[in-house]
Each structure stands twice: as C-alpha cells, then as structure tokens.
C-alpha cells in the first residue's frame, strides 16, 4: 500500500495498485503540531510515486497545504521523515518548483525578470538563462509579455508566470498549493488543460492541493483524501481515466462516477467530524 | 462657474452626448485649475501683503512689503548667494550621510534582531533630544565647525531613513521570502533581490522627509554655533539681520530657504515617482 494511515483510520476506497518504481518522495509517520498546540498531521504516510499526479483533497484545516510545505522543506516535522529515495544522502537540492495560491511575483521586476529569478539564485546570469527563461515563458504561453510588469497582467496571466517561474528549473516534482482557487472558472479551466499538457510534456510528478472535487478528478490520476482535526489520510483513490483529457472527460459518465466516488469519501470525513463534534 | 449651461444642456437633448461634454469640460477646467489657482492665491496673498502694507503705513523695520523684500534679494544677492551654497552644502551632505547611515544601520538592524533590539534605543534616543539642546555640545567635541554642522543636521535627518527602510526590510511578501528559502537563496541573495526592492518605497517615504528635515537641522545647527566670518551659512546671515533690524534681508533669506526645501521636495519627489512608476500603487496612474 503506498499511502495509509497506520493509526487506524478508515481505509476507505482504497484502490490504488502498487507502484513498482520507487517513490520520488516518501512522507513516514509525519507528524506536525505548533505551538498553538493544534495538530496540523497525525501520523501521515504517503508515498508519491515519479511521473504521477496526485491530488491533495480535503476540508480546509486537513493539514493538505502543511504537508506541501514540509515536503517542500519549508518546515519540519515535529516527528517522522521524508525520504527522498531517489537522491543522494546529503543532496540539499530537491529539484523541485512550487506555485502558491497568490502568483507571488515580485512587483519591481518585469515578468522575465521574475521567471529569471530561480536561475539567477543559482548565479546564472541573465544572458547566460534568457534562452530557458523565454522557453519557460513560451510554454505557458507568455513569451510576448517578457518585458510587462505584473500589475499589467491579468490573474490568469500572472499564474502562468508563476507557473512558468517553477518550470524554469526544470524540477522533477511540482508543488502546487491551490494555484487556481482565486480564479473564475473559465481561466481555472484553461489552466487546468495547461497544467495537464505540461505535465504530460515534461514528465513531472505533481502535487496538487485543492478542495476542489472536480478539479482533482479531472486533473490527477491519484487522489489522496484527506479529514482535519487532526489532518490524516483517509482515502486513496486512482483516477483510471487515460490522458489527454479534454472537455470530453469533464461531461462524461467515468468523469462524473469519479467526483461521486471523491465526493462521497470526502463527505465521510465531513460527517465524521460533525459526530466528533 | 457653468451651471447655467449646464441645466440648459441638460433639456431633450441625446443624455449621453450631454453627460460626455460635460465630464470633457470638467477635465479641461480642471487641468488649468491644477495650475492657476495656485498662483492666483498666491499673487492675491502678495498683493494683499503690499496693500496691508501700504495702507496701515506699517513701517519697513516691522513688516517690509514684497517689494522691499524682493529689492533686498537682488541687493544682497552677493552676500545672500554664497551663504545659501554653504547652507546648501551642509544640507546634501547630511543628507547624503543620513542615507548611507540610516540604509546601513537599517540593512544591519535587518540582519538579526538581537543587534536591532541592542541598538535601536539609541537611534530613538537622538531623534527624540532636541537637535538644539546637543548641538552646543557636538561645537564643543568636534574641533571643525562644517563637521559639527554636518553632525547636526545628520542626527536631525537619519531617523526617517532608518526606521522607515528597517520597516521596509521587514516587509517583503511571505511568500516570496518561502520561495527564495525554496530555491537555497543566501542572506545576501534574499537582501539584494527581495529585501531591499521591497524597502525600496519605504525608504524613498523616509527621504523625502529627511530632504526637509536636514535642511531644518542645517539651520538649526548653525544658529546655535552662530559665527560668522567666510563660511557663514543663510541662518547666520539672518540672525546678523535681525540684530541689525534688516527685516527685508531676514525676510529675503528666509523666502531663499523655503525655495531651497521645496525644491529639494520636488527633487526627491520626482526620483520616487521615477523609481516607483512601473510598478507600485502610490506611483502607478489609473485611468477613469
């Protein structure tokens, strides 16, 4: 079983085969609580398996974006570890990009600028990175706005830099923490389709936060369900719907069979929580 | 002004046309506006000074009518000129230190809070004792009398560079500081290209009030070291008209100083607008 909860807690519907590869990154008895004594994680294992997409799906306060942030590195678990097997012991590098659920773009600095950013904090310098950075920005469809300032763009746009930013590094893994939730619909879904095109190109391995139902179905082929109070795991579904996906898959049958299944299991933590209370 | 027209306008004719013609007309008013009325008010002040003075015969050693005063400018003008460069001179530099010091106190202050908490008390302490009360004992140390100036008009304006670059500093999007941490970003790295950008607008909020301020301690700091001599700045020169009861020379060297602080506002005004207009709220223009 690559993700489970060993304290117990419902399995749920889970379904997913084993991964013969081994995991890009293995989260082992994380447990993370702080200082205002709320604990964020109880006892989560999960293992994310290279090339796959995987949704983080739960109630706000399920711990989904904390767990983003200590694979992330950007805290430490209060007990347990994450094992990067892949790597070499020591290697402080994790290859890995972030999107946050603000574009988080640097305002003073022009769009090619802000893609720059993570190359240049490796010491590349501008000549020595532009070709990267505008083929970054051409994937996201945005090599004509290189020298426009953020406040000149749209919401979606500014996503797509942000998205772009992450990509320059060409991480193995991407982080996204519910990049699309500030959006409206038709942008969410137009940067649905890109996020899917990317990582289908570039042979990524995706976590994806989101409290979406419809969004991690139609996004991943993994989705992990997760309650709060305290944030555990408690369903791990495969999404066996063949990619591409086009709007197709968002009106079909096998489409909305999966947001039912997703819907259900999240609405179990949900009722669960409302007996606990 | 035209509301008149305005209601007889506003009759059967087409609602949009009238509407547009109108909001057309008020940008036009309101474009010269920006302009005229400022100097009409000014010139009915000055001409209601000279009226005033004119009418109540109030003697020229009391209150000398704008004529007197501008006669005084060009008559003194060999003697007023020099002492504004001096004057001047003292102000740049202090401001030009205050800068230096107050961005490098703030970019120290920013590097640990234990070094901010230890000294920061002594930042507070000079800009709280009145420059006037320490300038005395600054003349007494400092052996030179254009560094002890400097002192002076430094300790007056560093205060506002500091505590608003050290807000700055502190101030830089959470984000952006987690995705700087996320790609191995160095201290300095974070400082040069997060940090300080994002300070950037705190600390030109700080120099144009230490543009003002230095010049305030400049004057304030040679009046209380009060020689005179080659060298004597604009306050000197008005103390020494006041003891004589050449009120047009106080006055006219008093109208010199002003212009000296309005232009340096609209110097260091016109710097922000041109550091900050591509991309920060205060400085971007909106349209409607």
Same mark, same amino acid.
């Given at each position: 079983m690559s993700a489970a909860s060993s304290d117990g807690a419902p399995r749920g519907m889970a379904s997913r085969p084993l991964s013969e590869t081994p995991p890009i990154v293995s989260l082992q008895g994380i447990t993370k609580s702080f200082s205002n004594a709320t604990?964020?994680?109880?006892n989560l294992s999960l293992d994310i398996g290279a090339g796959e997409f995987v949704s983080l799906l %739960?109630?706000? %306060?399920? %711990?989904k974006s904390t767990a983003l942030r200590l694979i992330a590195g950007l805290s430490s678990p209060t007990n347990g570890r994450i094992v990067w097997p892949g790597e070499a012991p020591g290697q402080g590098d994790h290859e890995l990009g972030f999107v946050f659920q603000e574009p988080t773009l640097m305002p003073w600095a022009s769009v090619f600028a802000n893609v720059h950013l993570p190359l240049r904090l490796k010491g590349r310098s501008v000549a020595a990175a532009r070709d990267e950075v505008m083929d970054a920005l051409d994937m996201v469809g945005l090599a004509g706005f290189a020298d426009s300032y953020p406040r000149e763009l749209s919401g979606g746009m500014k996503m797509r830099v942000s998205i772009a930013r992450a990509l320059v590094t060409r991480p193995k893994l991407l982080l996204m923490d519910e990049p699309f939730a500030a959006l409206d619909e038709i942008t969410r879904f137009k940067l649905n389709n890109d996020i899917l095109r990317l990582w289908e190109t570039l042979d990524w391995t995706v976590i994806f936060v989101t409290h979406s139902v419809f969004e991690s179905v139609y996004l991943s082929n993994r989705i992990v369900v997760m309650a709060a109070r305290p944030g555990r795991v408690v369903a791990d579904l495969a999404v066996d719907a063949p990619y591409p996906r086009t709007e197709e898959f968002r009106t079909s049958h096998l489409y909305s069979d999966y947001c039912r299944q997703a819907s259900e299991a999240l609405q179990a933590t949900l009722n669960e929580e409302e007996r606990a209370e | 002004m035209s509301s008149a027209d305005l209601t007889g306008l506003s009759?059967?004719?087409?609602g949009l046309d009238v509407a547009e013609r109108r909001k057309a007309r008020r940008a036009r008013v309101e474009r010269w506006a920006r302009w005229l009325l400022p100097v009409v008010v000014m010139a009915a002040t000055i001409a209601l000074w000279q009226w005033y003075v004119v009418a109540y015969k109030v003697p020229h050693y009391i209150l000398p009518g704008p004529d007197r005063v501008v006669d005084a400018l060009v008559r003194d003008w060999p003697m007023l000129w020099p002492a504004l460069l001096v004057t001047l001179q003292i102000t740049l530099g202090a401001l030009v230190v205050a800068t230096i010091g107050g961005v490098g106190l703030a970019v120290l202050f920013a590097q640990s809070k234990w070094v901010e908490m230890s000294f920061f008390p002594y930042a507070v302490i000079l800009q709280v004792t009145p420059v006037i009360v320490i300038a005395p004992l600054i003349f007494i140390y400092v052996p030179s009398k254009i560094v002890g100036l400097l002192i002076c008009a430094w300790i007056v304006a560093f205060f506002p560079i500091l505590s608003n670059t050290t807000l700055g500093l502190n101030s830089a999007d959470h984000n952006l500081r987690n995705l700087f941490q996320l790609y191995g970003a160095t201290r300095w790295q974070t400082l040069r290209y997060l940090r300080l950008p994002a300070a950037l607008p705190y600390f030109l909020g700080g120099l144009r009030i230490a543009g003002g301020l230095s010049l305030i301690g400049a004057i304030v700091a040679e009046f209380v070291a009060g020689t005179g001599g080659v060298g004597s700045g604009l306050a000197f020169k008005i103390l020494e008209a006041s003891y004589r009861l050449n009120i047009p020379r106080m006055f006219a060297a008093i109208l010199l100083i002003s212009l000296t602080g309005i232009i340096i506002f609209a110097v260091l005004s016109l710097v922000t607008h041109l550091l900050l207009r591509n991309w920060h709220e205060s400085a971007v223009k909106r349209d409607g």
């Open positions: 604990v964020a994680l109880r %739960g109630p706000s %306060g399920c %711990g | 009759g059967p004719a087409p």
